[in-house]
């Protein structure tokens, strides 16, 4: 048990043909990564032990200081608040009694034994990490949701009025050899606002919709309350509730906010007008008795993180990059600083001594190859070199595309008095695509009276009425969310048409041939063109690539979009949508659209791929067994209802982007190219690390993944490079990305769905990349 929530083992996913998962491609490098190796551990019988509490305590900071007075009795013990390690058995229940400061109340304290462990347990390693963070308490660092911050060092942007809390991420985990501790540098983005600041702003804004207003700003932020340490999501604001408004105790009695947060915390809440803030409880503690709501007092919340304004300002952006962009060199020295520190503070060094746990004072070397430069194949067979930083934009001038497309009947929609901008920029764009081999004639403009969403949406409507655009073009004065997303749901779900907005600005820029370059290639795409493909197997492949988003204005909605190529050169594809609220929904929506996608494939093709590679995004690890078990299952028996006795060769990766782990070579980022699959991949899978892309800031981030299912036969050597190639086939940029090709397609028609359209999109255009 973990708390409440019960860990299932770790599933092995390694497939037995896969004796050794080390490729032998490419040339031998030895990198560093940020890992500790832990020289020495815990070796003897350890004793789980359940603490209750009554009545109740929820802060955690609180139960672990009323344990704590019982040190002399229990020995040496690790408690993260609701578990408690010992190497002491305590056969019977025991109950012991503690007086809680804040308001003389005597507690009882109730440990029970629960089970225990032994070296190599599954739940062995946990107990490490519960050292871990008990060790950064030691350090004096504060949590904040989940994680330890150091609010002493914070940065301030004073002309922002934020806040940069340094912080650190550690995970111990069992690898190939050894156990290993990862750690990371973090940063937290407190805003130095309270609620109440933000809803005097929107009453300054307008005094008759700052209810309105402090909505749409409140309402999905995620707050931090300094009396308790805890975070909460905001739901909702109710504005006929105040902190002089009462609720109900656990004992009966009613109080008022402002007397309960004097009471407990010593609070005193100077503002009795404002409104209540609701989050809704987590279900763990609404399992464990806690009503469904909680109401929070604006004035004692504080905002974390960025709002999308923040994020679109650039100046902000930059100032915060200063501090959180750092360079290999720089992690270095703050990991090694972090190591040192956790050696040398005495209190540490006596709490890892009484577990025998011994940290190393060096970070771990990892052997890895560079892989070759790809070529890039371009029109009339021609190859260039992807090159040493895996950018080949210079390549493509001038140079005809793999697959050029013509575009002969458009409409351009724009606004005011830019008629003459729109020309000067459609003469570049059809110069440009002319380099490419790719034929751009005259557009046919339309000029509005004015910029409201209702009114692109009539005139698209007007147009698609008359005429049959193969593109409707618009022009648009600034970014507005409202307008984009009526220009797209109009062109994908109402009049399906391949459309591109841009914003007026970008007509005049100075980089203006670079822009219309980038617009020929998403026009080309969109009208079922290729810009170019790369040098693959003879083998009649499919690869898919799967990612979820959530729907922004509904949490419990998904959208789940599925890409799979249609042709042998992977330059076409096929693209579905399904709305979901259940994973279960989720796993037979993807059997049954994989399903189409193969129909389509053989229509292109006139016979069914042999090779299935599929590319699953957004799953957290502890999905991956209902992954393993139900949605590789429904994808078998679908496969092995179209294929029949001669069953088709498959493999299933899950793709893992946000991952702490990072490699260093000699001080600086490893090359594009770069693959680990040794020293810190997991025995237990057949997994491995590719850095795809070079960065000119900040720290590259590599990409896991982990094969799930394979019977392809494919050697690792193979998986490897085929993912990698992958990676150089996303055609809005002229480089690697991050993930593989048809990974970041569904990601991005997901993102669309999710955040603009939320519907599913028309069928007539799902053989084109319409949503690049």
């Not at 871990?132 to 949590?143: A, F, G, N």
């Not at 499919?542 to 204005?553: E, S």
């Amino acid at each position: 048990m973990r708390g409440r929530r019960v860990i299932g083992p770790e599933i092995h996913t390694r497939p037995s043909h896969v004796v050794s998962k080390r490729g032998v491609t490419g040339n031998n490098v030895m990198l560093h990564g940020n890992f500790f190796k832990l020289l020495t551990t815990t070796d003897w019988c350890l004793y789980q032990y359940r603490v209750d509490f009554a009545p109740e305590e929820d802060r955690t900071m609180v139960r672990k200081g009323l344990l704590k007075l019982h040190r002399q009795n229990l020995g040496a013990y690790v408690f993260d608040g609701t578990v408690m390690y010992s190497s002491r058995h305590i056969p019977e229940q025991l109950e012991l009694w503690s007086i809680r400061q804040s308001d003389e109340a005597k507690i009882r304290i109730t440990i029970r034994l629960v089970g225990d462990m032994k070296r190599g347990d599954q739940h062995y390693i946990q107990f490490f990490n519960i050292i871990m963070r008990k060790c950064l308490e030691l350090l004096k660092l504060q949590l904040v949701g989940r994680d330890y911050f150091d609010a002493r060092s914070k940065v301030e942007v004073r002309d922002f009025r934020l806040e940069l809390w340094p912080g650190y991420l550690t995970s111990i985990r069992q690898h190939e050899n050894n156990i290993l501790m990862c750690a990371e540098i973090a940063h937290k983005v407190m805003r130095q606002q309270t609620l109440l600041d933000i809803l005097n702003d929107c009453f300054q804004q307008s005094k008759r919709d700052y209810k309105k207003i402090f909505e749409s700003e409140v309402v999905g932020l995620v707050v931090l309350t300094d009396y308790n340490n805890h975070t909460y999501r905001i739901t909702d604001i109710d504005f006929d509730t105040n902190p002089t408004s009462t609720f109900q105790l656990r004992t009966g009695d009613r109080i008022s906010y402002k007397d309960y947060y004097k009471n407990k915390y010593q609070i005193r809440i100077s503002c009795d007008s404002q409104p209540m803030l609701v989050t809704r409880v987590k279900p763990k503690e609404r399992r464990a008795g806690r009503t469904d709501l909680v109401y929070l007092v604006p004035e004692l919340c504080r905002a974390t993180g960025l709002t999308d304004n923040m994020r679109e300002n650039f100046n902000l952006m930059r100032a915060l990059s200063y501090h959180t962009r750092v360079s290999p060199s720089v992690r270095i020295d703050k990991l090694m600083t972090f190591n040192s520190r956790l050696r040398s503070e005495e209190a540490i060094v006596q709490e890892l001594n009484e577990w025998n746990l011994k940290l190393d004072d060096r970070l771990i070397e990892i052997p890895a190859r560079l892989l070759p430069s790809e070529k890039i194949v371009l029109g009339g067979n021609r190859t260039v070199s992807a090159g040493q930083f895996a950018d080949w934009t210079r390549e493509l001038q001038q140079k005809t595309a793999f697959n050029p497309a013509r575009l002969s009947n458009w409409v351009l929609i724009f606004i005011g008095r830019i008629r003459h901008d729109i020309e000067s920029f459609v003469g570049i764009l059809q110069q440009v695509a002319n380099g490419m081999g790719c034929r751009i004639d005259n557009p046919r403009l339309w000029n509005l009276n004015d910029d409201r969403s209702n009114t692109y949406s009539d005139a698209i409507e007007r147009i698609m009425s008359t005429s049959n655009p193969e593109l409707i073009y618009c022009v648009v004065s600034n970014n507005r969310a409202d307008r984009y997303g009526a220009i797209k749901k109009k062109c994908i779900v109402d009049r399906p048409v391949p459309s591109q907005v841009m914003l007026a600005r970008n007509l005049t820029a100075k980089s203006i041939w670079s822009i219309a370059t980038k617009i020929a290639i998403q026009i080309n795409c969109k009208l079922g063109g290729a810009p170019w493909s790369i040098e693959l197997p003879p083998i009649n492949l499919m690869v898919v690539g799967f990612d979820v988003c959530h729907d922004p204005n509904d949490k419990s909605r998904d959208y789940g979009a599925m890409v799979a190529s249609l042709d042998r050169n992977l330059t076409r594809y096929f693209s579905a949508v399904s709305q979901h609220r259940s994973g279960e929904e989720l796993s037979n929506e993807f059997s049954m659209n994989l399903t189409k996608a193969l129909q389509n494939y053989r229509h292109v093709n006139k016979i069914l791929p042999s090779h299935i590679v599929i590319y699953r995004d957004g799953v957290g690890d502890g999905q991956v067994p209902y992954v393993f078990d139900h949605e590789v299952e429904q994808l078998k028996a679908k496969l092995t209802d179209i294929y029949g006795p001669t069953p088709v060769k498959m493999a299933f990766l899950i793709v893992t982007k946000r991952i702490n782990t990072r490699f260093f070579l000699n001080n600086n980022n490893p090359p594009p190219g770069t693959i680990v699959d040794d020293v810190v991949t997991n025995p237990l899978r057949y997994d491995f690390f590719i850095i795809p892309q070079s960065v000119r800031q900040g720290t590259v981030s590599p990409c896991a993944y982990n094969v799930i299912m394979d019977t392809t036969g494919w050697k690792p050597d193979q998986m490897q490079r085929m993912t990698y190639k992958l990676c150089h086939m996303y055609y809005n940029f002229s480089g690697t990305v991050r993930v593989p090709a048809p990974c970041q397609y569904a990601h991005k028609l997901a993102f669309l769905v999710a955040q603009f359209i939320r519907r599913p999109p028309s069928t007539q255009m799902d053989s084109l990349l319409y949503f690049l």
